[in-house]
Structure formats: C-alpha cells, structure tokens
C-alpha cells in the first residue's frame, strides 16, 4: 500500500510539473495571462480535474503501468510571439518528464536512495518515460500533435481538431487491443528508460509491489 500511495503522489507531483513547464514558456513566449490564472505555481487544485487529472490516470496506472498526462492549462496561442513558441509551449511538458527521469535515473544509478525505496522511484521513472513517448505521439489532443499543430495548413488543423477529446480513447484502443503497436510503445519507453538509468527488473519490482491488490 505504500508504495501505491507514494507512487500516485510523485505521479501527480509530476503532472503538475509538466503543467507548470507549460505555462512557464508560455509566460515567456509572450501569454502574461497564465500569470493571473494561476498557472505560474505548483498548486495541483490549478490543474487538475478530478476525472481526467485524478480517476482516468490512476486508472492507466491500475491498468498498465502507464503514465497518462492528465491535466491541462488553457493557453491563449493568439497572445504568442510566433509558430516556434507554439512548438515550444507544447514541447515543454513532455521535456518536464523528460527532465524528472534524468533527475531519477541519477538517484538511481548513484544509489542515493534506500533499497526499500528503489523499485518505487524505479518504477515512477518508467511512467516519467512513458509520458515522455505518449506526449510525443502526434494524437489531436497529446503535446505532439501541439508541436505539429501550428505548421499544418489551417484546413488540415480544423479537421484533426475536432477529435482532439477522442485522443485518450484512441490511445487506450491502440495500447489495449492492437498489440504491434502496445510492443512498440513499450519497446521505445524501455530503451528511453534504460538509456537514462533505470533498471527495468527494479522498475518491474516497483510496479509488483504497486498493484498491492495483487
């Protein structure tokens, strides 16, 4: 039970990391409105929505062990100095992810931290990397379609766009129920991981003792 509960905290730590990294180089890309939404904190009751922030990810995690993005902050694009900050606004929150996973694996592979804690953050550094994979999918609603989303013609945007609340039911079809795809995505998210330091038969152990229902 534990390490449930340690792992969901550090997973929501993160979503509101990778939220803030959003409107941090929004701030900077010139939309000084996220200043006065609040957005500029670490306060979670700023992002997070109780299905989609809470129940949806820590049913991902139950499920599969997989790190969904699950909060938003609500940029004006129109009040950004160029396409670039568009890319780069979007970009930021899986380079959040990115970032805790290096920070993660240097814990881990510099043993600063207990044995007993080991498969816990092991397995945290698998969601990080994870989100990093799904983020970048180029999915209407996911940060790689965002990054994508200012150089298509308009035409071409407006039609994707208008499935962007699909996206997450899309993934959940490809990951669940069309295997090549489920090997690839965990494929790409292992050697991610690993390439940053953490151990995967730790990160395994840390998902074994999550499923505590088990």
């Known amino acids: 039970m534990f390490t449930f509960v340690f792992v969901v905290f550090l997973w929501i730590l993160s979503v509101c990391l990778h939220e803030f990294a959003h409107a941090k180089v929004a701030y900077d890309g010139g939309d000084l409105s996220v200043k006065d939404k609040g ?31 699950g909060a938003a902050v609500y940029i004006d694009t129109s009040k950004l100095r160029s396409t670039a900050w568009q890319s780069a606004v979007a970009l930021a929150g899986p380079g959040m992810n990115l970032a805790l996973l290096m920070v993660i694996g240097m814990l881990l592979s510099q ?9 816990a953050l092991a397995f945290v550094g698998l969601l990080q990397a994870s989100a990093v994979v799904l983020n970048l999918l180029p999915i209407p609603g996911f940060d790689g379609y965002g990054a ?11 039609q994707f766009e208008q499935f962007a609340r699909h996206g997450i039911w899309v993934l959940f079809l490809l990951l669940f129920f069309v295997p090549p795809f489920a090997r690839a995505f965990w494929g790409i998210v ?16 840390g998902y074994d003792q999550f499923r505590f229902w088990d």
């Open 111 to 119: 043993s600063l931290v207990s044995a007993d804690l080991r498969p």
């Open 148 to 158: 994508l989303a200012p150089h298509l013609p308009p035409s071409f945007r407006a």
């Open 190 to 205: 292992r050697i991610l991981a690993e390439a940053f330091g953490v151990p995967m038969a730790t990160a395994f152990a």
């Open 39 to 69: 957005y500029l904190t670490l306060n979670p009751l700023k992002y997070l929505d109780p299905m989609m922030s809470v129940v949806m990810p820590v049913v991902f995690l139950m499920l599969g062990g997989i790190g969904l993005p």
